[in-house]
């Protein structure tokens, strides 16, 4: 039960796009679409913002987008804010009937 | 409205137990796979484990296997984690989490949170 793979930290200007990658096995990420990305900000819940690997919950604004290629998933922000400023989390279910989370990622707008 | 709200938590001895509880409201409580999700201070998300809506099938992270049980009482509504044995490296926030459906999630929805602290 090895945690994901993300970047610790990313950063991006206002306006621009910034991608976060979620990197794991064919036993997690790779073996089924039933990733999940979650947005925390300091001292909150965290709160999904990805379900399935691409499907926002309703009210999640759609500069969120997700994505997976093989092993490795992927969170697209994109118009950076002020308010995206926050840790974001994968998590994937895996063959063994576990979930896995990452590590984090902090994301900073400059 | 769904809501889960988790209680227990405190300051407890090394090798010592505790019982952490989630009361659900809002939703069927019997359909829904329940998850308890922690975090360190000042670290990620750890998913910890899982019992199916019958609580038939459970599922446990390796750090917690044989230590933690996790159960539910669907009459009450309620999530239960038994922790025994308790180590430093348990102490955290445990979040109660509801899974999703038809979406598969392990936290469509979160609980506040509850903090347990192992320390002598």
């Known amino acids: 039960q090895s945690a994901l793979t993300q970047p610790a930290s990313v950063s991006g200007s206002p306006g621009q796009s910034i991608t976060i990658s979620c990197t794991g096995t064919s036993s997690d990420v790779g073996g089924a679409n039933h990733v999940s990305w979650y947005q925390q900000h300091p001292g909150k819940v965290p709160k999904p913002i990805i379900y399935?690997?691409?499907n926002r919950p309703a009210g999640v604004s759609n500069r969120f987008s997700g994505s997976k290629s093989g092993n490795t998933a992927s969170l697209t922000i994109s118009g950076l804010q002020a308010e995206d400023e926050a840790d974001y989390y994968c998590t994937s279910h895996t063959s063994s009937g576990t979930w896995v989370f990452g590590g984090g990622t902090k994301l900073t707008v400059l | 409205e769904v809501q889960l709200v988790e209680s227990g938590g405190d300051l407890v001895q090394p090798g010592g137990s505790l019982r952490l509880s989630c009361a659900a409201s809002?939703?069927?409580?019997?359909?829904?796979?329940i998850h308890w999700v922690r975090q360190g201070p000042g670290k990620g998300l750890v998913w910890v484990s899982s019992?199916?809506?019958?609580?038939?099938?459970?599922s446990y992270a390796d750090s917690v296997k044989g230590r933690f049980t996790i159960s539910r009482d669907n009459a009450k509504n309620t999530l239960y984690l038994q922790m025994n044995s308790l180590r430093a490296e348990d102490t955290a926030v445990y979040y109660c989490?509801?899974?999703?459906?038809?979406?598969?999630?392990?936290?469509?929805?979160w609980g506040q949170g509850t903090l347990v602290t192992v320390s002598s």
């Open positions: 019992i199916r809506g019958d609580g038939n099938d459970r």
């Open positions: 399935e690997v691409s």
């Open positions: 989490t509801r899974g999703g459906y038809p979406v598969v999630t392990p936290a469509e929805y």
């Open positions: 809002g939703f069927t409580f019997s359909s829904y796979w």
